[in-house]
């Protein structure tokens, strides 16, 4: 099966053909440098990374750009309110941000332009559109003509209405058409300003993307990333002065993931429900939040709330599971390879997936099947079957690493969850050392029903005690299968 992407500009499927075969350039629209990231920009980061991995995994050389948009009206109002330079104020969230993204495993991308890094080139594309007639000047604001770009309205297909309101944001009486949109805003006082031949000042939202995709990629490449919310007007807006200024087409394939809300409603920082990536990792694996994303298609809208979360997290630690046991039968053991068919079959039904517009949802079934099958080897205790195991355990991580899953291991997230649950029953770690010790004696002196109160007693607290060769261990239930 060929790969298929769901297009954005037809609204529908189509066969991926990249524009140089067997490349493909990917640009994804990053963020607005002025605060902490939350869990939508999680989100997008996720479900990009993720086609990124499996693009490379089919053997695409892959060349992946996610911008920094590090001059805007939000970064110099914070700079304002906090009386430092707005330079400053860059700074210090790109470094939140690599926290955070390195804290979820999200691989890097091949380059990470900044816009103050590539003003010349946006004023330069501005001077384009002002000659070509896609734009105008007027006191030193230089705005798109959208009456003067037949195609505008092709990407997100909304009735006028809709985008009037839309792009209401930048109404002024100096535009044309309410509309047209800045590529070019004219310095105010204690603004940053760059000299241009059209008047000082800073450049539009939108023309960042624009010159540094094209830049990095050539115009035009293979596919557009971005959460759905910048469909209109900042997509729209980057395919029509891209196109205005070059005459050819910008991008091939558009591709946008869903919203994330929180208990059914829009996540907002105007209501205050917006949830920080790192308040979540205070409580949770980093995986468990990747885990989330990818058990929904990347462009259904996604409900957060405690109850799916948690169901995820009890998840995860089945997969992490599976895979320590696998590893623990292997232990010691000397055995020729061989193949497992059934785990092979797993592995084509996994590719269809993720070729059928990168349903990872689809594909994740297939990971949480090979799961069963293995644990189901694993309970029949065949020591003939140890081969197998170990083909389909090589199987298996090797489809959940094409996710970005199980690059921990399972002590790390038990550990993680002990501390979690713990802290949310009041209790710490030497509690239920102190309970083990004493149950420990029990059994000693032949007191079974103590023994049996203090395994219950733990129980109803959430802990499961597992009775080993090299003593009494112990797990959080969410963290066994």
Known sequence: MALKVYNTISGRKEDFTPVTEGRVKLYVCGVTVYDHCHIGHARSAIVFDTIYRYLRSKGFDTTYVRNFTDIDDKIIKRSHAE?????????????????????????????EPRATEHIADMIALVETLIDKGHAYNTGGDVYFSVDSFRNYGQLSKRPLEEMVAGARVEVD??????????LW???????????????????GWHIECSVMSTLYLGNPFDIHGGGKDLVFPHHENEKAQTEAATGKRFVNYWVHNGFVNIDREKMSKSIGNTLLIRDFLTEYHPEVLRLFYLSNHYRSPVDYNGQSIEDVNTALHRLYYTRER???????????ERPYPQADDIAGKFTEAMDDDFNTALALSHVFELSKEINRMVDEKDESAVALIASAEAVYESLAGTLGLLGDDLASLESREKVRHLAR?????????????DRVEARKNKDFQKADEIRNMLADKGITLLDTPKGTQWRIKTSVS
């Open 326 to 336: 696998a590893l623990e039968v292997q232990k010691g053991k000397t055995f020729e």
């Open 185 to 203: 805003k004219a310095s105010k006082e204690g603004e940053p300003s760059w000299d241009a031949p059209f008047g000082a000042g800073r450049p």
């Open 425 to 437: 029953m009041g209790l710490d770690v030497s509690f239920v050392e102190g309970a083990i010790n």
């Open 173 to 182: 009486e100096k535009k044309k058409n309410p509309l047209d949109f800045a």
């Open 83 to 111: 009386n430092v330079p707005w330079q400053e104020v860059g700074e210090t969230y790109i470094r939140s941000f690599y926290e955070d993204m390195d804290a979820l495993r999200v691989l890097r991308p091949d380059h």
